[in-house]
């Protein structure tokens, strides 16, 4: 039933290591975003994909490379994991003027 | 450049009572959108009330309204009967057409605690 899915809720890695997140939204949506909040809640757009095709992408590390292989999905890749990737990392999607509805976040730990 | 402003880092107030949420937009355009969204300890995003720029009227939600100052670009929220499940961060976002799509510009959020 959940609109907008990722996993995992948590995940907890060593530095380089590389990890994916997955999204997944079941509402049709057309547009589906990548976000990253950081450890003072700040939160910054990183990618937006509409119909499949990248529209936004951010100023990212290349070591992330999102991934979107229908217009429900749409996973994160992150390669050389460092410590600043560190934070919570939220997955959205929408129809292109409407709001957005959020998943319930991957908190990302880097050790 | 957009941005948004939310310049009450933290907020309190007593359950049953009103408390208002400020949030200030910088923007040339003038067609767009703006949001208030909750994320309780939970983490989840959950939006609260929307309203579009074009519309004079206020938007109104339940317990929650805002006060839309398009000339000022002031949007503020206000919560009225505060309940104890109101406790979150309240995110201020602006969202606008760039490069074919719509982006979201969020401010820095306000922490609000309702007390018993």
């Known amino acids: 039933d959940t609109a907008v899915s990722q996993t995992p809720k948590y995940l907890v890695t060593q530095m380089g290591n590389d990890k994916s997140i997955k999204c997944e939204q079941n509402?049709?949506?057309?547009?589906m975003y990548w976000y990253k909040q950081d450890s003072k809640k700040f939160l910054k757009i990183m990618f937006s994909?509409?119909?499949?095709?990248?529209?936004i992408n951010e100023t990212v590390p290349n070591r992330f490379s999102p991934k979107s292989p229908d217009k429900a999905h749409l996973n994160l890749h992150i390669n050389s994991l460092e410590l600043g990737d560190s934070a919570v990392y939220f997955c959205a999607s929408s129809y292109s003027n409407t709001e957005a509805f959020f998943g319930q976040g991957t908190r990302l730990t880097v050790v | 450049a957009q941005t948004v402003t939310q310049s009450q880092p933290e907020m309190s107030v007593q359950e049953a009572e009103t408390v208002t949420l400020s949030c200030t937009y910088d923007t040339s355009e003038n067609n767009y959108y703006l949001f208030w969204y909750k994320q309780p300890p939970s983490r989840q995003m959950i939006l609260v009330i929307r309203?579009?720029?074009?519309?004079?009227q206020n938007a109104t939600e339940n317990r929650f309204s805002v006060n839309f100052q398009k000339a000022a670009k002031s949007f503020s929220l206000k919560i009225s009967d505060s309940q104890l499940g109101d406790t979150a961060m309240y995110f201020c976002a602006f969202m606008r057409l760039t490069s074919g799509t719509y982006k979201y510009i969020f401010g820095t959020g306000t922490r609000l605690k309702v007390l018993a």
């Open positions: 509402l049709g949506h057309d547009t």
């Open positions: 994909y509409n119909n499949k095709e990248l529209i």
């Open positions: 309203q579009e720029a074009y519309k004079q």
